[in-house]
């Protein structure tokens, strides 16, 4: 059972658009909903975190918007580059351990 | 360069055989983790230790055994492989005891491990 559910499974946008990545939950515990990004042949790093006590946060292009009654956290990458192509997790985790994972969006942004 | 280091960075193993993936870590988290990533499935844990001398299981433990002698070092090993274990495998760690604070799970480069 797949505790974190993420779509779409890929994306394609142009230059400058706005992809945008969901993902829901089930477990009413979480309280921590990272985003980590992750280029070919490399581990994952972190992009963003939010924590259920706001609705939205920002750090440059990326944002996080969050929907605590629905269950729901999205990822919004405005002006997307193709530097930003590479594949995109959510996660979640309930404390600070112990991290559930999405299954992943590839990212394509084309020049 | 401080972080997490795994070896070896890919490996064919035959069916059967006994496999033991290693991971370092240099900036003394007391946490770690070993993630599987299989295309479709994301990131599944496997096993994770919040302390030295402590493990747990994780989502898929099957096959898989770990230890936690001391801090820095959190090895995998898969006692007899099975051809289903073939992945690309994460070692992780954090800092859980940042209660309150940023937290933030440090990846290694991963191992590719192919069972034929």
């Known amino acids: 059972q797949q505790q974190v559910k993420q779509s779409p499974q890929s994306l394609i946008v142009q230059k400058g658009g706005i992809p945008i990545i969901n993902c829901a939950y089930e477990n009413t515990a979480f309280d921590y909903f990272p985003w980590y990004q992750q280029f070919p042949g490399k581990g994952p790093a972190l992009l963003i975190a939010?924590?259920?006590?706001?609705s939205e946060k920002k750090e440059g292009r990326f944002t996080i918007s969050f929907n605590k009654s629905a269950k729901q956290f999205s990822l919004h990458i405005m002006d997307s580059q193709p530097g930003d192509s590479a594949t995109y997790f959510c996660?979640?985790?309930?404390?600070?351990?112990?991290?559930?994972f999405g299954t992943g969006t590839r990212l394509l942004v084309s020049p | 360069i401080a972080g997490i280091t795994q070896a070896p960075t890919s490996q064919i193993l035959a069916a059967g055989r006994r496999m033991t993936l290693r991971c370092t870590q240099d900036?003394?988290?007391?946490?770690m983790y070993w993630y599987r990533q299989d295309l479709g499935l994301g990131l599944r844990l496997i096993h994770y230790?919040?302390?030295?001398?402590?493990?747990g299981k994780g989502e898929v433990p099957d096959g898989y055994s770990v230890s936690r002698a001391n801090t820095d070092d959190f090895p995998l090993t898969l006692a007899s492989a099975v051809p289903s274990q073939t992945s690309v495998y994460f070692c992780a760690s954090s800092d859980s005891q940042m209660v309150r604070r940023k937290t933030e799970a440090f990846f290694g480069q991963g191992t590719r491990l192919t069972v034929v």
């Open positions: 939010i924590r259920p006590d706001v």
């Open positions: 230790s919040n302390t030295a001398g402590t493990t």
């Open positions: 900036m003394r988290h007391n946490a």
């Open positions: 996660a979640a985790s309930e404390g600070f351990q112990k991290l559930v």
